[in-house]
């Protein structure tokens, strides 16, 4: 019922800044929440940030104060906004959609993903 498409990923050098966007189709409503994750190999998905149905915002430790997350109020767009990136910020970012109104770093609580968009952030 929701399909996600990530894009806006690439290759920057460190202290740099990308944009991700997280486009929704399909039937979507004002209370889901978009969850960004990002993941290496090896390693497990891993949540980076989350606006939930009320426009509350949410972030992963090591991303605050150099990421944002926004979106209307539909989420039909989501963005990632991602500034003075680092090389451990190196990962696919997936965007993932939630039926709930409230937001979560949990991935059990989002039924929807999207692709994924490589950043890839050269030291």
């Known amino acids: 019922q929701v399909q996600l498409a990530e894009s806006g990923g690439g290759l920057v050098q460190a202290g740099e800044s990308l944009s991700l966007s997280c486009a929704a189709s399909?039937?979507?409503?004002?209370?889901?929440?978009i969850g960004w994750f990002r993941q290496v190999p090896g390693k497990e998905r891993e949540f980076v940030a989350a606006?939930?149905?009320?426009?509350?915002?949410y972030y992963e430790d090591s991303v605050k104060g150099r990421f944002t997350i926004s979106g209307d109020s539909a989420k039909s767009t989501v963005l990632l906004q991602m500034n003075s990136l680092k090389p451990e910020d190196t990962a696919v970012y997936y965007c993932a959609a939630s039926r709930s109104a409230f937001g979560s770093r949990f991935r059990s609580q989002y039924q929807h993903w999207g692709q994924g968009t490589q950043v890839t952030v050269s030291p």
């Open positions: 399909g039937r979507t409503l004002s209370s889901i929440s």
């Open positions: 606006i939930d149905g009320y426009g509350n915002t």
